[in-house]
């Protein structure tokens, strides 16, 4: 009899299948086990006298992951049959450390207590220690550093660090600086690190700065109640259990936050104590490295639930700790979540290098990142991490200097490379569809099954004819811009002089700071109502109208309507312009889907007003790769 079990697992990456296999190997029951890209299927032998206390231990460890669904589990009748698994490349990973690991951070008895660069085969910071492929020591920062006798038999014997190409510890590897003032101290035991982690805790409860070179970047924290540096500020949380009682998230975006992947999450804020420290929404992490995790174990024991953080940010700090490694760092990444829905909407780290199931002779570059063809599928990381490859053609982002010589190069747009990504993903390039690509601008493209075309070009704006166009769309408009003008100059020359889009426009016109996309997504999130106002759009001929837009904002202005209201109100018609104008095109194509791509669908306002619009309609967005930069890079390959 066979024991077969099955669970939902939406992506490629293989450090959950490198887990599974490293603990089976470890107990000593023989598996065998596939991963497709849509489910992790394990099998064994029913008889194995190991295998219950392999499973409980595999449920009580296995780490979460954002990319898990629902599992099952049978026996089947025979003997245990062999599963196909194709030939998985070593990929170095960028997610937090497994519970293995982390047992290990906080074992007094373990070498590696207190040590903020633990990590294995299955997870870890391993990205920002690696230079070039293949990924072994030799192409890694840790080339610098000889392992111990230690180190060298457990790469021999123990399944997780099993020629680990990072593998170290506090005899053997990396020593952190510690900066205060004039004193300088160095780390490199169980004790000093210790000591260090308590000491920079320390210096935050005295409402001191601490800078920290982090394996994933350069942070500053520091307590949000004690000190305000004036810059873009996100929250730790450093208490699972007490996230509730701190901000509003459903359990779908509590199990993102805690997952191994550790991305991002934007959420509500529930305690009104935090409205004036981080606003009503903030940007969530929980610690995801090291260096992160054991600086929140001291300040849990100080009574800290949530710390401040900034990255690359240029205030002062009063104690800084850092360590003489160039470390390559990936751009972080945050998840948008919606119900049953769950996108990245931008990012590398934990989403890159990835490789997909894709034959191709063609190498696609853009955003500093190539997609380079394999064997059997695309590998997708930084073009520098890759030596070589032969292509038959060389495709560019378009607007971009080529790297490479070839003599075959083609020019590709992030908007279709996004749209085409979608379909890739979904294997459904081969069928007609519609979508709308989204970030400064809506764009709209028809998709025949053979070739992408643009089927309504983008909201037409022209900074040098706004003013008139609004003066002149209709009786009374000279008047408006007049009076207008006279209640708001500032805003009124902001917008008419120095617009380059139609969000920095309309930005400009409320007054708010920073003006552009981003602002105004952060304003329409201060909005409490239910419902916003109907800003004009003049939907002719299925074109916006960016003039009438503008009109309609001026008039609101001077009514008095609040900025929250208003930046709420901007998205929500976007919103009905982008249904109403793809269920038109699908209408009239008779296309079988609708895709959604770009960046703006991250703004809760828009996507719930998009969603809602659409009802019942089935719409594609991307699962694997982020929703737009990168993604145009796989959609290129199907050109």
Same mark, same amino acid.
């Given at each position: 009899?066979?024991?077969?079990?099955?669970?939902?697992?939406?992506?490629?990456?293989?450090?959950?299948?490198?887990?599974?296999?490293?603990?089976?190997?470890?107990?000593?029951?023989?598996?065998?086990?596939?991963?497709?890209?849509?489910?992790?299927?394990?099998?064994?032998?029913?008889?194995?006298?190991?295998? @219950?206390?392999?499973?409980?231990?595999?449920? @009580?460890?296995?780490?979460?992951?954002?990319?898990?669904?629902?599992?099952?589990?049978?026996?089947?009748?025979?003997?245990?049959?062999?599963?196909?698994?194709?030939?998985?490349?070593?990929? /170095?990973?960028?997610?937090? /450390?497994?519970?293995?690991?982390?047992?290990?951070?906080?074992?007094?008895?373990?070498?590696?207590?207190?040590?903020?660069?633990?990590?294995?085969?299955?997870?870890?910071?391993?990205?920002?220690?690696?230079?070039?492929?293949?990924?072994?020591?030799? #192409?890694?920062?840790?080339?610098?550093?000889?392992?111990?006798?230690?180190?060298?038999?457990?790469?021999?014997?123990?399944?997780?660090?099993?020629?680990?190409?990072?593998?170290?510890?506090?005899?053997?590897?990396?020593?952190?600086?510690?900066?205060?003032?004039?004193?300088?101290?160095?780390?490199?035991?169980?004790?000093?690190?210790?000591?260090?982690?308590?000491?920079?805790?320390?210096?935050?409860?005295?409402?001191?700065?601490?800078?920290?070179?982090?394996?994933?970047?350069?942070?500053?924290?520091?307590?949000?109640?004690?000190?305000?540096?004036?810059?873009?500020?996100?929250?730790?949380?450093?208490?699972?259990?007490?996230?509730?009682?701190?901000?509003?998230?459903?359990?779908?975006?509590?199990?993102?936050?805690?997952?191994?992947?550790?991305?991002?999450?934007?959420?509500?804020?529930?305690?009104?104590?935090?409205?004036?420290?981080?606003?009503?929404?903030?940007?969530?992490?929980?610690?995801?490295?090291?260096?992160?995790?054991?600086?929140?174990?001291?300040?849990?024991?100080?009574?800290?639930?949530?710390?401040?953080?900034?990255?690359?940010?240029?205030?002062?700090?009063?104690?800084?700790?850092?360590?003489?490694?160039?470390?390559?760092?990936?751009?972080?990444?945050?998840?948008?979540?919606?119900?049953?829905?769950?996108?990245?909407?931008?990012?590398?780290?934990?989403?890159?290098?990835?490789?997909?199931?894709?034959?191709?002779?063609?190498?696609?570059?853009?955003?500093?990142?190539?997609?380079?063809?394999?064997? #059997?599928?695309?590998?997708?990381?930084?073009?520098?991490?890759?030596?070589?490859?032969?292509?038959?053609?060389?495709?560019?982002?378009?607007?971009?200097?080529?790297?490479?010589?070839?003599?075959?190069?083609?020019?590709?747009?992030?908007?279709?490379?996004?749209?085409?990504?979608?379909?890739?993903?979904?294997?459904?390039?081969?069928?007609?569809?519609?979508?709308?690509?989204?970030?400064?601008?809506?764009?709209?493209?028809?998709?025949?099954?053979?070739?992408?075309?643009? @089927?309504?070009?983008?909201?037409?704006?022209?900074?040098?004819?706004?003013?008139?166009?609004?003066?002149?769309?209709?009786?009374?408009?000279?008047?408006?811009?007049?009076?207008?003008?006279?209640?708001?100059?500032?805003?009124?020359?902001?917008?008419?002089?120095?617009?380059?889009?139609?969000?920095?426009?309309?930005?400009?016109?409320?007054?708010? /700071?920073?003006?552009?996309?981003?602002?105004?997504?952060?304003?329409?999130?201060?909005?409490?109502?239910?419902?916003?106002?109907?800003?004009?759009?003049?939907?002719?001929?299925?074109?916006?109208?960016?003039?009438?837009?503008?009109?309609?904002?001026?008039?609101?202005?001077?009514?008095?309507?609040?900025? /929250?209201?208003?930046?709420?109100?901007?998205?929500?018609?976007?919103?009905?312009?982008?249904?109403?104008?793809?269920?038109?095109?699908?209408?009239?194509?008779?296309?079988?889907?609708?895709?959604?791509?770009?960046?703006?669908?991250?703004?809760?306002?828009?996507?719930?007003?998009?969603?809602? #619009?659409?009802?019942?309609?089935?719409?594609?967005? #991307?699962?694997?790769?982020?929703?737009?930069?990168?993604?145009?890079?796989?959609?290129?390959?199907?050109?």
């Amino acid at each position: 009899m066979a024991f077969v079990f099955e669970m939902e697992y939406a992506a490629p990456h293989g450090y959950i299948a490198e887990f599974v296999e490293a603990l089976a190997k470890k107990e000593r029951v023989t598996i065998s086990l596939l991963h497709n890209g849509r489910t992790l299927t394990l099998m064994a032998d029913e008889a194995d006298p190991g295998l @219950a206390s392999y499973l409980e231990k595999l449920a @009580a460890t296995l780490p979460a992951s954002v990319f898990m669904g629902t599992s099952a589990h049978k026996i089947v009748e025979g003997s245990l049959p062999a599963l196909a698994q194709g030939s998985r490349r070593k990929l /170095p990973h960028a997610v937090a /450390p497994c519970t293995v690991c982390m047992k290990e951070m906080f074992d007094p008895s373990s070498r590696r207590y207190y040590y903020p660069f633990a990590s294995c085969n299955c997870c870890g910071a391993q990205y920002p220690f690696f230079e070039t492929y293949p990924f072994v020591r030799e #192409n890694t920062l840790m080339r610098f550093f000889q392992p111990c006798e230690a180190c060298k038999e457990e790469s021999r014997s123990d399944p997780f660090k099993e020629g680990y190409p990072l593998i170290g510890c506090h005899e053997c590897g990396i020593a952190v600086r510690m900066r205060e003032g004039e004193t300088e101290k160095f780390a490199n035991s169980a004790a000093a690190f210790k000591a260090l982690f308590e000491t920079a805790a320390a210096a935050i409860g005295e409402g001191k700065r601490v800078r920290i070179k982090t394996l994933f970047g350069e942070r500053l924290f520091y307590d949000a109640k004690a000190v305000e540096t004036g810059n873009r500020k996100r929250m730790m949380v450093l208490d699972a259990s007490k996230i509730d009682t701190l901000c509003s998230l459903i359990e779908e975006e509590v199990h993102a936050l805690l997952s191994i992947e550790r991305p991002l999450v934007l959420a509500a804020l529930a305690e009104e104590t935090l409205f004036d420290l981080y606003g009503r929404f903030a940007e969530l992490k929980y610690p995801d490295e090291g260096f992160s995790i054991l600086l929140a174990k001291e300040l849990l024991r100080l009574g800290y639930s949530h710390i401040a953080y900034e990255e690359k940010s240029a205030a002062e700090a009063e104690l800084t700790i850092d360590f003489d490694l160039p470390l390559g760092y990936q751009r972080e990444t945050r998840i948008f979540i919606n119900k049953s829905v769950r996108f990245f909407v931008e990012g590398e780290r934990a989403l890159f290098p990835l490789c997909l199931e894709r034959r191709s002779d063609r190498l696609a570059i853009g955003h500093g990142m190539a997609a380079v063809p394999q064997e #059997n599928d695309v590998c997708i990381d930084r073009i520098d991490r890759f030596e070589s490859a032969e292509v038959s053609a060389v495709y560019i982002l378009e607007d971009e200097v080529s790297p490479v010589d070839h003599t075959l190069q083609v020019r590709y747009s992030q908007q279709i490379g996004s749209f085409l990504s979608v379909l890739m993903e979904k294997g459904l390039e081969r069928e007609k569809a519609v979508g709308v690509y989204f970030r400064e601008e809506p764009l709209f493209i028809y998709h025949n099954g053979k070739r992408p075309i643009i @089927a309504v070009p983008p909201v037409d704006f022209d900074p040098e004819t706004l003013r008139d166009g609004v003066e002149t769309l209709r009786e009374g408009s000279r008047r408006l811009v007049e009076n207008f003008t006279q209640r708001f100059p500032e805003n009124s020359q902001s917008a008419f002089n120095g617009s380059q889009d139609i969000f920095e426009a309309a930005a400009h016109i409320m007054g708010l /700071p920073n003006p552009g996309f981003e602002s105004l997504g952060a304003e329409s999130l201060k909005f409490g109502g239910k419902g916003g106002v109907k800003i004009d759009t003049s939907l002719q001929t299925n074109r916006f109208d960016p003039c009438a837009f503008i009109a309609s904002l001026m008039s609101y202005t001077i009514a008095g309507a609040e900025r /929250p209201l208003l930046a709420y109100s901007i998205f929500e018609s976007f919103g009905d312009y982008v249904t109403q104008t793809l269920l038109e095109l699908k209408k009239r194509a008779d296309a079988e889907h609708i895709v959604l791509c770009g960046e703006a669908f991250g703004n809760p306002s828009l996507f719930s007003r998009v969603r809602k #619009n659409l009802g019942k309609e089935r719409f594609l967005m #991307n699962e694997v790769l982020p929703i737009d930069g990168q993604n145009a890079l796989f959609g290129a390959l199907g050109l």
